[in-house]
């Protein structure tokens, strides 16, 4: 029986590469089962024991990640405490890079915008719930700067995977702490110990 269950979601997670695969070569709306079995190397029957349609591939590969994030226990956000901003931070690099295959097409020209509102909006509530009481902003103000929040966040992130994670990780957490606690401003106009780094210089011993 283990064995027939893992061949089941061998075949499953098979057929969703299959789409992913010719998802990221053309629209969704031109995409065929036939396409997705011949690639997967399957019958159309077998198609069929698992999604309804292309579309439902797509649908249950987004609730997937949802519950992916929304059960995760380990996301937190206390701004007073530089090292915890770090682990959310890594919290965020990882779930991205597990789901990158799909996050960076769904957040591209040819993605699923209500998909992106729906995934944002979850993360805008796990993180009000973490910032709300270190914060002194009424309604709707307090919300307001938690969205604009994680979108910088997300930007930057995003931006880092595909430029290669060209930044090293320790020094992604100190551009976006610098950013996020001291203003996107102040480092482009005011001058920073980041400008070092923007130098060449090594910031290995800086303090910020």
Same mark, same amino acid.
């Given at each position: ?12 997670? &098979? ?11 053309? /629209? ?7 396409? +997705? ?5 399957? &019958?159309?029957?077998?198609?069929? +024991?698992?999604?309804?349609? +292309?579309? *439902? ?13 929304? &059960? *995760?226990?380990?996301? =937190? ?33 040819? =993605?699923? /915008? ?12 796990? +993180? $009000?719930?973490?910032?709300? /009481? ?16 994680? $979108?910088? @966040? ?11 994670? *060209? ?34 210089? *090594?910031?290995? &011993? @800086?303090?910020?």
């Amino acid at each position: 029986m283990g064995k027939r269950l893992t061949q089941t979601a061998q075949t499953r997670e &098979n057929l969703k590469t299959a789409f992913w695969e010719l998802y990221r070569q053309k /629209p969704l709306d031109q995409i065929t089962v036939r396409e +997705v079995t011949d690639l997967a190397g399957y &019958n159309r029957g077998t198609f069929y +024991v698992y999604f309804k349609d +292309v579309y *439902d591939v797509l649908e249950q590969t987004e609730q997937e990640i949802m519950q992916i994030f929304d &059960n *995760d226990d380990t996301f =937190g956000f206390n701004p007073q405490d530089r090292e915890h901003f770090a682990e959310t931070i890594r919290f965020f690099i990882r779930f991205i890079d597990e789901h990158s295959r799909y996050l960076m097409l769904l957040a591209g020209e040819r =993605g699923d /915008p209500r998909f992106m509102r729906s995934l944002q909006s979850l993360v805008e509530q796990k +993180v $009000s719930a973490s910032m709300r /009481p270190y914060s002194k902003l009424g309604e709707p103000a307090f919300h307001y700067m938690v969205s604009a929040l994680i $979108s910088a @966040e997300a930007s930057v992130l995003m931006r880092w995977f595909i430029r290669g994670k *060209d930044l090293p990780f320790d020094d992604l957490v100190d551009l976006l702490y610098q950013m996020l606690f001291h203003g996107s401003l102040d480092l482009l106009t005011r001058g920073t110990p980041w400008e070092k780094w923007y130098a060449g210089e *090594d910031l290995t &011993n @800086e303090k910020f």
